[in-house]
């Protein structure tokens, strides 16, 4: 039997773009050929040189084509990899939307093109994922097809992200796994914690990850006189990363916005209790003190008081956790949602023959 061929366009060092191509290579028996954008994006003249690399890029992918001849193509994002894909002359493409939208920020000059752009990837595109209801939402919204599109999160491997929790239950073990960038609000969890710390409860921080605002959050941590009480790990591998969740029993995230948080569900299948900010995303998975609490954006002084509430109320937080883990056991299991993903890959590669 012919082994099929997957051409990915994303950036491959993500996690979730590792867990889509490891899940389709394990349950798919899928080939996967990648490609991706060079040029980092931070900085002005790095994101110009960036978008001058991204006109090009048709003529790169055209090259792969020509030389592995794949049967589908897939792509993170539904504007620039996911147009990229649906423009390279392939007959299948999936396109995944990241976020709550990925037309973000709203204010970018690029905005309109984007918007363009994204409604043709739409249109253009044989499937499309929407990892989680917030994205479906806003799919509808913007009119798409709806007959296209797949709403299942690709899930976590649970086999790794054991139920098990280890953690001192006398102090409180906070982890964040979220990218070190404007978006994510760090500031605000320390600046929460250091409202713990003035009043006298026993903590450690533990942050998780690597981006542009490592060294302000360092310095920010000094200045809040809980630099010893603060970890930063920088980017881990990922394997590294389910044994530091079991160490932990508290989950901090503030994202400005939201799509489908791989990085909950983990802290959800390891006994965290999962204390975020209240958008759109997060609504999805949490109730607020049914199985975690959901805190204003940029709004440090309820978070503070959300983490001391729980930490006294053990009771709440070890009912929160089972009922997670059940919760994530039962629609986030990446054995049995990538499955399913790898599965109508081929039906529309099989229909396509």
Partial sequence: MKKRKILFLGETYRADAITWMNGLQEFGDFEIISWELKTPSHGKFRRVM????????????KK????????MIIAERTTSYGFLAVICGV????????????????KSIYYPLKKII??????????????????ANSMVKAKVNMSKVL????????????NINTANPNKICAIVTRSLLPVYSHDIILKAFAILHIKGFNFSLTIIGDGTQLESLKNLSRELNIEDKVIFTGRILNTDLPKILQDSNFYISMPLTEGVSGSLFEAMASNCYPIVSDVEGNQTWLKHRKNGQLIPKNDFKTLADSIIWAFENPSHRNEAILNNRNFIEEHANYKKNMKIIADKYHKLIDANQ
């Avoid at 978008?51 to 992918?61: D, G, H, N, S």
């Avoid at 999936?94 to 709550?100: E, L, N, T, V």
């Avoid at 994204?118 to 994205?135: E, R, S």
Wanted: proline share 8%; no cysteine.
């Fill in 50 to 61: 960036r978008l001058f690399e991204y006109v090009f890029a048709p003529i790169q992918t």
């Fill in 64 to 71: 792969i084509i020509k030389t592995h001849q794949p049967d």
């Fill in 91 to 106: 007959k299948l493409t999936a396109i995944a939307q990241q976020g709550r939208t990925d037309l973000w920020p709203k």
């Fill in 118 to 135: 994204q409604n043709y990837a739409f249109k253009k595109a044989t499937l499309i994922h929407a990892w989680g209801p917030v994205m």
């Fill in 151 to 162: 709403v299942l999160p690709k899930g976590i491997d649970l086999s790794k992200f054991e």
